[in-house]
T-cell receptor, first 114, second 113 residues
Framework: KAGVTQTPRYLIKTRGQQVTLSCSPISGHRSVSWYQQTPGQGLQFLFEYFSETQRNKGNFPGRFSGRQFSNSRSEMNVSTLELGDSALYLCASSFGTVAGNTIYFGEGSWLTVV | EDQVTQSPEALRLQEGESSSLNCSYTVSGLRGLFWYRQDPGKGPEFLFTLYSAGEEKEKERLKATLTKKESFLHITAPKPEDSATYLC??????????????FGKGTKLSVKP
């Protein structure tokens, strides 16, 4: 059974540009969440989608956005990139939204902003 | 405010030397406490979920326990391949949503042969 797949794995962008990251959840999983991981802050929650609807949002500026498609695949977008956006962006999926659902992570997308 | 604190930040063990990692938490309405293992450059790998005080789960050399205020990850006779960062996260009850995971900063474990 394939795990959570994230693309691209590595990318380098320039300040002011925008970036789109993609996530394919485990087959059958309908809930997708995104996290940002940095050495200083650790893992921080960005947002969660279920059935194409954003269900929960973390404390990040509006430059960070996301969406989920009917096949549960998800994308996140960061506009007007800043140096501080350099991080590992992790996607996680689970079957549903109730307690008891295991949450699985992908390998992440490494974003470097120069 | 929901919060997770892990200790120690780093732990060095000799192969076969058992020890425990601590995860202290404050959360309103705990839905679950998760343990993950993360290797350098990779995403977190799921280990355990605990739901209520007194619950214990085991997997190979790892055993996780849960009380009302903290969780322990016990490592028995560790091997070098157990070297990784171990992350603890809590999931709060936000009703109608999976609720975000609130992570600790992790414990970096090094096991020397």
């Amino acid at each position: 059974k394939a795990g959570v797949t994230q693309t691209p794995r590595y990318l380098i962008k320039t300040r002011g540009q925008q970036v789109t990251l993609s996530c394919s959840p485990i087959s059958g999983h309908r809930s997708v969440s995104w996290y940002q991981q940095t050495p200083g802050q650790g893992l921080q929650f960005l947002f969660e989608y279920f059935s194409e609807t954003q269900r929960n949002k973390g404390n990040f500026p509006g430059r960070f956005s996301g969406r989920q498609f009917s096949n549960s695949r998800s994308e996140m977008n960061v506009s007007t990139l800043e140096l501080g956006d350099s991080a590992l962006y992790l996607c996680a999926s689970s079957f549903g939204t109730v307690a008891g659902n295991t949450i699985y992570f992908g390998e992440g997308s490494w974003l470097t902003v120069v | 405010e929901d919060q997770v604190t892990q200790s120690p930040e780093a732990l060095r063990l000799q192969e076969g030397e058992s020890s425990s990692l601590n995860c202290s938490y404050t959360v309103s309405g705990l839905r679950g406490l998760f343990w993950y293992r993360q290797d350098p450059g990779k995403g977190p790998e799921f280990l355990f979920t605990l739901y209520s005080a007194g619950e214990e789960k085991e997997k190979e050399r790892l055993k996780a326990t849960l009380t009302k205020k903290e969780s322990f990850l016990h490592i028995t006779a560790p091997k070098p391949e157990d070297s990784a960062t171990y992350l603890c996260a809590v999931q709060a009850n936000y009703g109608g949503s999976q609720g975000n995971l609130i992570f600790g900063k992790g414990t970096k474990l090094s096991v020397k042969p």
